[in-house]
């Protein structure tokens, strides 16, 4: 009677509701061991990943060898487990599960007897480095119209990189950085100018693991620029901009690093960290500009890709260019980053300069240029292929190209022997710079960013190699007889010459070269004027792009 009054589905809910609570008690009860300590070792797991990403720095970052961002490091095959680790590991569901919870990592011990420790990565600061420390390295000093660099004392620094890791030194030096013979640095051993670890290393045979890193100190000598001082033509809070002289790069690369515009402004003007905002060829002269923070940075970059920035540049080449004005649309293809060359070719990206006559002499043809979009060398490369290079133009005017200097995109070669060609013209002249190059590019150790369909052989850049190291005199200055030089161990090496302009390992200081004439440091491209959301900024106009300009 009662259950027909009330109803009966709450009670039989009450009723299961305990029996599964009775049941769930004693199933936790037997396995409440097994399940806390999975929790707690998950827990683990994950807090020592986060732990080592914040030691390790950005995942993917460039000086920690080449792993792609957003990958787990791998396990190194060389670190092999010590005695009864196996039984522990099957006896211990934690550390299972810990590996489990982390793929890829190391589990940390410390090393046998004997066996080399390498300490974890530093953290690096991100952005602009460069300031007073920097700066002091060394001095200019000006002669025949040339801003040249004193020699000076360098640490190149750099962590193992992946293809290095489980080979030796010697490996490493032979294959990679050929530039110099192995006497070189089995000298430079003995005077304890390799650091591993900032360890003095004391034979090349010891074998590389992930994380080493490396400092190799060496005598720097750097190519002479023109003595054109770089001018300030705007600076508020938020940018720097300047009238950058032709033959100077904007930041360190190559053989350059204080004759270059982040350099000299530094040393020069105390304008420091600054970040440039978009790039001119070395040997493009005219506006160029820096942010002073990342912010403003940022914001720029952003208008850029937005094309919100108009530029324009002035240059005079080749002939008599047509009078109306002409826009080239062809697309335009990298044969090779390294040697920095590219060319008109249909599987390249899209591409759209405009261009005006703006006078005619008779002979040559000064020309406005409107680059629409930010290829590699688009404006020169666009002008070649119109039948019309810049006139003194060291690359798209060469004879390298073949009779008609790639009129047309008509070039009747391979591209492996355009960069031969052109190679062999610069190492003739003494102007292997021009190109971006030195002996130590074209290592066939070295990965070539060259674009698809282009590749360059090994074959080619070896022999592109064993030549420029021969034209160059680099190698062949290197006396044969390293063992015999004398040289002080350890630290005192570095510390007693530091402020000396010559040393006895520096193939460099044997050579004599040619300085170039001031002139021949000067291409006739010149970014005029520079335009964005609230600023407009303008150079003057180069001699050479006035009316009465005559040819020598």
């Avoid at 009864?84 to 934690?94: E, H, L, P, R």
């Avoid at 640095?185 to 004391?202: I, S, T």
């Avoid at 369909?453 to 190699?465: H, I, N, Q, R, V």
Wanted: charged share 25%; hydrophobic share 35%; net charge negative.
């Amino acid at each position: 009677m009662w259950l027909r009054g009330r109803s009966w589905l709450p009670v039989l809910g009450q009723v299961c509701f305990s029996l599964r609570r009775l049941t769930f008690a004693r199933t936790w009860g037997g396995c409440r061991g097994p399940m806390a300590e999975t929790l707690s070792t998950g827990a683990e797991a994950a807090s020592g990943l986060e732990a080592l990403v914040q030691q390790n720095g950005d995942v993917g970052d460039d000086a920690r060898g080449e792993q792609p961002s957003g990958l787990p490091e791998p396990a190194d095959p060389r670190v092999e487990p010590a005695p009864g680790d196996a039984k522990q590991a099957s006896g211990s569901g934690k550390q299972a599960l810990a590996a489990g919870a982390a793929p890829g990592k190391r589990k940390k011990r410390r090393g046998a007897t004997g066996e080399r420790v390498v300490p974890p990565p530093k953290k690096r600061r991100a952005g602009v480095s460069f300031g007073d420390e920097h700066f002091a390295e060394t001095s200019y000093y000006f002669e025949g119209g040339l801003r040249k660099v004193r020699p000076y004392y360098f640490d190149f620094r750099t962590y193992c990189k992946g293809r290095w890791v489980g080979h030796s030194l010697l490996h490493v030096f032979s294959t990679e950085f050929r530039a110099q013979p192995l006497a070189y640095y089995e000298a430079a051993v003995r005077a304890g100018r390799l650091h591993l670890n900032e360890e003095p290393v004391q034979d090349l045979s010891i074998v590389l693991k992930d994380n080493d890193f490396l400092r190799n100190t060496v005598h720097r000598h750097e190519p002479p620029v023109t003595a054109e001082p770089v001018r300030l033509l705007a600076e508020n809070e938020d940018v720097v901009v300047v009238d950058k002289p032709s033959s100077i790069p904007v930041h360190p690369c190559g053989r350059f690093r204080h004759n270059t515009v982040i350099f000299i402004l530094g040393k020069e003007h105390q304008l420091k960290e600054l970040h440039p905002l978009h790039r001119l060829d070395r040997l493009t002269s005219g506006v160029l500009m820096f942010a002073k923070t990342a912010a403003v940075s940022e914001r720029i970059h952003e208008q850029v890709r937005d094309r919100q920035l108009e530029k324009e540049y002035v240059c005079r080449v080749e002939g008599e260019f047509p009078a109306e004005e002409l826009t080239c649309k062809e697309p335009i293809l990298v044969v090779s980053y390294k040697v920095g060359v590219c060319r008109v070719d249909p599987r390249g990206k899209p591409c759209e300069t405009v261009f005006q006559r703006l006078s005619y002499n008779g002979h040559s043809s000064v020309v406005r240029c409107r680059p629409l979009t930010g290829r590699t060398h688009q404006i020169r490369v666009h002008l070649q292929f119109l039948g019309h290079p810049i006139l003194n133009d060291p690359i798209y005017n060469s004879v390298a190209w073949g009779p008609s200097r790639g009129r047309g995109g008509h070039i009747p070669k391979t591209d492996e022997e355009l960069l031969r060609d052109l190679v062999a013209e610069h190492q003739a002249k003494q102007s292997l710079d021009v190109l971006d190059l030195c002996e130590g590019d074209l290592s066939p150790g070295l990965p070539d960013s060259t674009a698809p369909f282009s590749e360059l052989g090994k074959d080619c850049l070896e022999e592109l190699a064993a030549s420029a190291q021969k034209m160059d005199g680099a190698v062949e200055a290197a006396p044969q007889d390293l063992d015999t030089v004398p040289l002080a161990s350890g630290k005192a090496t570095e510390t007693d010459v530091v402020n000396q302009e010559t040393d006895p390992l520096c193939a460099e200081c044997r050579l004599v070269r040619q300085d170039p004439l001031p002139q021949d440091l000067v291409m006739f491209l010149h970014a005029l004027r520079y335009k964005g959301p609230g600023f407009e900024y303008f150079s003057p106009v180069p001699a050479w792009a006035q009316d009465d300009w005559q040819e020598d």
